[in-house]
Antibody
Framework: QVHLVQSGAEVKKPGASVKVSCKAS????????ISWVRQAPGQGLEWMGW????????NYPQKLQGRITMTTDTSTSTTYMELRSLRSDDTAVYYC?????????????WGQGTLVTVSS | EIVLTQSPATLSVTPGERVTLSCRAS??????LAWYQQKPGQAPRLLIH???TRATGIPARFSGSGSGTEFTLTISSLQSEDFAVYYC??????????FGGGTKVEIK
């Protein structure tokens, strides 16, 4: 069955960078894109961007352009999300999520979440 | 950017009640809308995609309807395990993919 396993919790200082991984198993990795979604404490869901696992094409929201990079490693079926110039309001749980169907943009499979805490 | 507005923000209900949650889009999204359930400390769980198609393994008491700008998630008879926060998400026009602010279903 499909599994997405994310890397562990991180604590970072303001201005630093964080890189979170999401290792996929149970399906053909290159057939499905991955989105990253974050959730600040007590808040709703915020989409952070999408990457094609096939060719590495990305889409990011305007507010994160320049601070975020998503990459994939097809040899290990792993997707990475790097966020730079961290601020306190980047403190959140970060989820990776797999498209539910090829080229669909609803998400049927989610990682367990990675808590990123930004604090001086 | 398409804004999704969910109402109400909080719903207090008793087990066994029928529950109706609303999601309104700032512009038409056809049927490109999904619903998710999220419990504390857990990742979101897909309930509905295509506005009305139940995801695999989702009980029949969950149903979705609507198209264009008005959508509804109905739980026909609320079970104890259904107390959670529910989010809608549009995928008609992106980037960005957008989510509603959520509706919390709590015990009355």
């Amino acid at each position: 069955q499909v599994h997405l396993v994310q890397s562990g919790a991180e604590v970072k200082k303001p201005g630093a960078s964080v890189k979170v991984s999401c290792k996929a198993s149970g399906y053909t990795f290159t057939n499905y894109g991955i989105s990253w979604v974050r959730q600040a404490p007590g808040q709703g869901l915020e989409w952070m961007g999408w990457i094609s696992s096939y060719n590495g094409n990305t889409n990011y929201p305007q507010k994160l352009q320049g601070r975020i990079t998503m990459t994939t490693d097809t040899s290990t079926s792993t997707t990475y999300m790097e966020l730079r110039s961290l601020r306190s309001d980047d403190t959140a749980v970060y989820y990776c999520a797999r498209e539910g169907r090829y080229s669909s943009s609803w998400y049927g499979y989610w990682g367990q979440g990675t808590l990123v805490t930004v604090s001086s | 950017e398409i804004v999704l507005t969910q109402s109400p923000a909080t719903l207090s209900v008793t087990p066994g009640e029928r529950v109706t949650l609303s999601c309104r889009a700032s512009q038409g999204v056809s049927s490109n809308l999904a619903w998710y359930q999220q419990k504390p400390g857990q990742a979101p769980r897909l309930l509905i995609h295509g506005a009305s198609t139940r995801a695999t393994g989702i009980p029949a008491r969950f149903s979705g309807s609507g198209s264009g700008t008005e959508f509804t998630l109905t739980i026909s008879s609320l079970q104890s395990e259904d107390f959670a926060v529910y989010y809608c998400q549009q995928y008609y026009n992106w980037p960005p993919l957008t989510f509603g602010g959520g509706t919390k279903v709590e015990i009355k």
